[in-house]
């Protein structure tokens, strides 16, 4: 049974203005912004097996691109998405910074018979700006709870550039939302016989035999791509506790909408994997009980700053049980 979906949008602010539009060489980048905008090849071909977001991204586009229309990708990686919108007639513009995969998108897109219908342009996502309106935007740079990847910098600055210097009309974001929620849960991070409370990712499926869900999800944040928001994540939510456990991880979860089917008022949903990250101190909790759970850090940034700004308060409160 896949998770449910949680709707509703947030209306805050911007992120700063990106200023460096320099393209550093991979060999004087750290791992994480390898993984954060600059993923290497061999990731991309795992997301080429993805069938869950191969199919929702090719069904939302379908549902939006039309003949004619000026399509832009930002964070291209192997050219699929863009082939989508090539096939449906679409003039496509689709900007890659990691010139391994400039070079296997062109030649995958020639394989494809595509190579005329989309142009590949060697860039930063987070500079680049068409000089013509864009239809659509296609921008999956996801990762679960925004972090380490780039999708709310990157779109944030487009938004921002394009309105001021390409067109005040806003072309349409797919995805067009993404919904953030989290969890507490008692997850067994025992590994035949060794104990190793590590950040780890599951598919998206509820029900899964490490882990058991000790409260119901809570939304904290919403994000609507077309509208103004923000890149930090400032939250803070009780749960009150379904059942007795050791209360030692939160499982994270995001859901993305790429887009609404108008006809029938349906949403075309790709939930990323789930994340669970252990807390600090494994705490024991009876039901009834409720704990309060702080969040704070920045879209964009490593595991170890989401870890980093998490706060539990382990007293029960006076109304529990």
């Not at 399509?71 to 863009?82: A, W």
């Not at 060794?194 to 990712?201: C, D, E, G, V, Y």
């Not at 490490?210 to 103004?228: C, F, G, K, M, V």
Request: proline share 6%; aromatic share 8%.
């Amino acid at each position: 049974m896949h998770l449910r979906l949680y709707r509703g949008i947030d209306d805050v602010t911007s992120p700063s203005e990106i200023t460096n539009q320099t393209l550093p060489s991979s060999s004087d980048m750290s791992e994480e912004k390898l993984l954060g905008q600059f993923i290497p090849l061999h990731y991309h071909y795992n997301m080429l097996q993805d069938m869950d977001r191969v199919c929702a991204f090719r069904d939302a586009i379908a549902l939006t691109v039309k003949p004619g229309m000026h399509v832009l990708e930002l964070g291209s990686g192997t050219g699929i998405l863009s082939s989508f919108a090539a096939r449906l007639g679409a003039r496509v513009t689709s900007v890659e910074r990691n010139p391994a995969l400039v070079k296997a998108s062109e030649e995958f897109l020639a394989l494809n018979g595509l190579q005329d219908r989309v142009q590949v342009i060697h860039a930063d996502a987070l500079a680049y700006l068409p000089t013509t309106p864009v239809d659509v935007v296609i921008c999956e740079m996801l990762h679960v709870a925004l972090a380490r990847e780039k999708q709310v910098d990157v779109i944030a600055s487009f938004k921002r550039r394009y309105q001021r210097t390409v067109d005040k009309k806003l072309p349409r974001f797919l995805p067009e939302a993404s919904v953030l929620l989290v969890q507490p849960v008692e997850h067994n991070f025992d590994f035949e016989g060794f104990w190793a409370p590590i950040p780890m990712f599951h598919a998206p499926l509820a029900q899964q035999p490490r882990t058991t869900e000790l409260a119901d999800l809570a939304i904290y944040s919403n994000i609507d791509y077309a509208t103004p928001f923000q890149g930090r994540f400032d939250w803070s939510g009780q749960f009150t506790m379904k059942q007795s456990g050791h209360f030692n991880a939160l499982r994270f979860i995001t859901q993305n909408i790429v887009t609404i089917d108008e006809k029938t008022n349906q949403p075309v949903l790709w939930p990323n994997q789930c994340l669970i990250m252990p807390i600090a101190e494994t705490c024991e909790v009876i039901a009834g009980q409720t704990r309060e759970i702080s969040l704070n850090y920045q879209a964009g940034q490593s595991l170890e700053a989401l870890s980093a700004g998490i706060r539990i308060m382990r007293r029960p409160q006076a109304n529990a049980a």
